[in-house]
C-alpha cells in the first residue's frame, strides 16, 4: 500500500514508538507509576512528562508554558470555552470560513460567533473588519485540507488592537514550518509522526483560562485527569525528531512536490500554489467521480477532502469558501505526504490514479 494521506495521520515515529515502551510496562516493571502518585515510580513517570514538555515547548515560541490534552479538539475546546468569562455571555469568537469543525462548531456552541471570509487562494481576508465585541480570534496557520498558509501574524495584530485573544490552530503546522505569534496554539502530536490520543494547548504567559473540565486539576489545575507517560512520552520524542530534521524534512517535501505537480499537471490545484505546505496537494479533474477512483485505487491511501468530514456526502465547506461549485468541491482529492513517502510512492500512485481517471473518460 502507498500511504498518501498525512494531513489526517501521520505514521508513527520509530524514535517515538522507542520513548513509549518503557512506560508500558506490566507486571514486575517500573514503567506504568501514576505520574501524579508521590513515591518512586510516581516520580519517575512525572520526570518523563516534564522532559517531553520541554521537547515539545522547544517548538514553541518563547515565554509560553504547555499545557497537554488527549488532541487538538479538546485543546480548542479549552482554549475557546476557557477563555470565556464565568457567569457571562461574553463576547464574539471570530473564525475564519475554513477553520476545523472543532474551531467552528466549537466557537457556534459557545456562544456568539462570528465567520471571517477567505479569498479565492485559501487565505484569509485581513482587510475585513471584527465585530466590536471581538473577545477571541482564531486563524489556523496551516489548513488541512489545502495546506494554505495563513496571515497569522497580520490576525494576531488585528486581534491586540481589538483587545482581543488569538487562537491558532497548528495543527499541520507544528513541527513542519517556525511557529508564529499567538496568545494560544492547538496541536496534536499523531500530525507529526506521534502517537494519536494526546495534544497540547501552548498558552502565553499571562493569559488566563479557567477549566472547562473538572476533577482533580492535574495538569496546571486547568485539564483534569491521569496524564499518560507512555502517549507524552512518545509526542516529546516526535518533536525533538521534528525539531531536529525540519530542514532536511521540508527539502525532502519540496522534491516530492515537483515531482506530484508533474505527474498530475493536467488537474486543477485548489487553493494557493506559493502561499502553501508544499506536502498538500489538493486537486480536481472536471467530471471526476471521487468514489469509484477510490473504489479503484483502494492500494492507494488518499482522501476525498478533508479526511474528517469523509463519507458525509456533503461538499467541503473549504473548497465552497475558496468559491468552488458543489460539482467542484466533489470532484477533488487531497493528497499528503511527508518525511517517510517515497519519490516511487508519489510515481506509483500518479500512474494508478491518473490511469483510473482516464478510465473514467476525462
Given at each position: 500500500?502507498?500511504?498518501?494521506d498525512?494531513?489526517a495521520?501521520?505514521?508513527?515515529?520509530?524514535?517515538?514508538?522507542?520513548?513509549?515502551?518503557?512506560?508500558?510496562?506490566?507486571?514486575?516493571?517500573?514503567?506504568?507509576g501514576?505520574?501524579?502518585?508521590a513515591?518512586?515510580?510516581?516520580?519517575?513517570?512525572?520526570?518523563?512528562?516534564?522532559?517531553a514538555?520541554?521537547?515539545?515547548?522547544?517548538?514553541?515560541?518563547?515565554?509560553?508554558?504547555?499545557i497537554?490534552?488527549?488532541?487538538a479538539?479538546?485543546?480548542?475546546?479549552?482554549?475557546?470555552?476557557?477563555?470565556?468569562p464565568?457567569?457571562?455571555?461574553?463576547?464574539?469568537?471570530?473564525?475564519?470560513?475554513?477553520?476545523?469543525?472543532?474551531?467552528?462548531?466549537?466557537?457556534?456552541?459557545?456562544?456568539?460567533?462570528?465567520?471571517?471570509?477567505?479569498?479565492?487562494?485559501?487565505?484569509?481576508?485581513?482587510?475585513?473588519?471584527?465585530?466590536a465585541?471581538?473577545?477571541?480570534?482564531?486563524?489556523?496557520?496551516?489548513?488541512?485540507?489545502?495546506?494554505?498558509?495563513?496571515?497569522?501574524?497580520?490576525?494576531?495584530?488585528?486581534?491586540?488592537?481589538?483587545?482581543?485573544l488569538?487562537?491558532?490552530?497548528?495543527?499541520?503546522?507544528?513541527?513542519?514550518?517556525?511557529?508564529?505569534?499567538a496568545?494560544?496554539?492547538?496541536?496534536?502530536?499523531?500530525?507529526?509522526?506521534?502517537?494519536?490520543?494526546?495534544?497540547a494547548?501552548?498558552?502565553?504567559?499571562?493569559?488566563?483560562?479557567?477549566?472547562?473540565?473538572?476533577?482533580?486539576?492535574q495538569?496546571?489545575?486547568?485539564?483534569?485527569?491521569?496524564?499518560?507517560?507512555?502517549?507524552?512520552?512518545?509526542?516529546?520524542?516526535?518533536?525533538?525528531?521534528?525539531?531536529?530534521?525540519?530542514?532536511q524534512?521540508?527539502d525532502?517535501?519540496?522534491k516530492?512536490?515537483?515531482?506530484?505537480?508533474?505527474?498530475?499537471?493536467?488537474?486543477?490545484?485548489?487553493?494557493?500554489?506559493?502561499?502553501?505546505?508544499?506536502?498538500?496537494?489538493?486537486?480536481?479533474?472536471?467530471?471526476?467521480?471521487?468514489?469509484?477512483?477510490?473504489?479503484?485505487?483502494?492500494?492507494?491511501?488518499?482522501?476525498?477532502?478533508?479526511?474528517?468530514?469523509?463519507?458525509?456526502?456533503?461538499?467541503?465547506?473549504?473548497l465552497?469558501?475558496?468559491?468552488?461549485?458543489?460539482?467542484?468541491?466533489?470532484?477533488?482529492?487531497?493528497?499528503?505526504?511527508?518525511?517517510?513517502?517515497?519519490?516511487?510512492?508519489?510515481?506509483?500512485?500518479?500512474?494508478?490514479?491518473?490511469?483510473?481517471?482516464?478510465?473514467?473518460?476525462?
Amino acid at each position: 500500500m502507498i500511504y498518501l494521506d498525512y494531513q489526517a495521520t501521520t505514521p508513527l515515529a520509530p524514535e517515538a514508538r522507542d520513548a513509549m515502551l518503557r512506560w508500558l510496562d506490566g507486571p514486575g516493571g517500573t514503567g506504568f507509576g501514576n505520574p501524579h502518585s508521590a513515591h518512586r515510580m510516581g516520580r519517575q513517570a512525572k520526570a518523563a512528562i516534564e522532559l517531553a514538555r520541554d521537547q515539545v515547548a522547544a517548538l514553541f515560541p518563547p515565554n509560553g508554558r504547555v499545557i497537554f490534552t488527549s488532541g487538538a479538539t479538546e485543546a480548542i475546546n479549552l482554549a475557546i470555552r476557557g477563555s470565556r468569562p464565568r457567569g457571562e455571555e461574553g463576547g464574539t469568537v471570530s473564525y475564519s470560513a475554513i477553520e476545523h469543525s472543532a474551531v467552528g462548531d466549537t466557537a457556534q456552541d459557545a456562544g456568539k460567533s462570528h465567520m471571517l471570509n477567505v479569498a479565492r487562494n485559501g487565505q484569509c481576508n485581513t482587510k475585513q473588519d471584527l465585530p466590536a465585541d471581538t473577545r477571541l480570534v482564531c486563524v489556523m496557520q496551516v489548513n488541512n485540507e489545502i495546506g494554505t498558509i495563513q496571515p497569522t501574524v497580520e490576525w494576531h495584530r488585528k486581534a491586540k488592537e481589538n483587545n482581543a485573544l488569538f487562537l491558532c490552530d497548528a495543527v499541520q503546522a507544528y513541527g513542519r514550518i517556525e511557529l508564529t505569534g499567538a496568545d494560544m496554539i492547538a496541536i496534536s502530536a499523531h500530525k507529526f509522526h506521534g502517537p494519536k490520543g494526546i495534544g497540547a494547548l501552548w498558552l502565553r504567559n499571562g493569559v488566563d483560562l479557567h477549566e472547562v473540565q473538572t476533577g482533580g486539576g492535574q495538569e496546571i489545575g486547568l485539564r483534569s485527569g491521569t496524564l499518560s507517560p507512555a502517549l507524552i512520552a512518545g509526542m516529546g520524542a516526535a518533536a525533538a525528531e521534528a525539531k531536529d530534521r525540519m530542514e532536511q524534512d521540508r527539502d525532502h517535501v519540496e522534491k516530492l512536490w515537483r515531482r506530484a505537480r508533474d505527474l498530475f499537471a493536467d488537474w486543477t490545484l485548489n487553493g494557493s500554489e506559493e502561499a502553501r505546505w508544499h506536502g498538500n496537494l489538493n486537486i480536481r479533474r472536471k467530471g471526476l467521480d471521487v468514489a469509484r477512483l477510490m473504489s479503484e485505487v483502494r492500494d492507494v491511501m488518499f482522501s476525498a477532502g478533508s479526511a474528517c468530514a469523509s463519507g458525509s456526502g456533503r461538499p467541503s465547506h473549504v473548497l465552497k469558501a475558496i468559491g468552488l461549485s458543489d460539482k467542484q468541491a466533489k470532484s477533488s482529492i487531497r493528497l499528503g505526504f511527508g518525511r517517510y513517502t517515497t519519490l516511487e510512492d508519489i510515481e506509483q500512485a500518479a500512474g494508478k490514479i491518473n490511469a483510473a481517471a482516464e478510465a473514467q473518460g476525462l
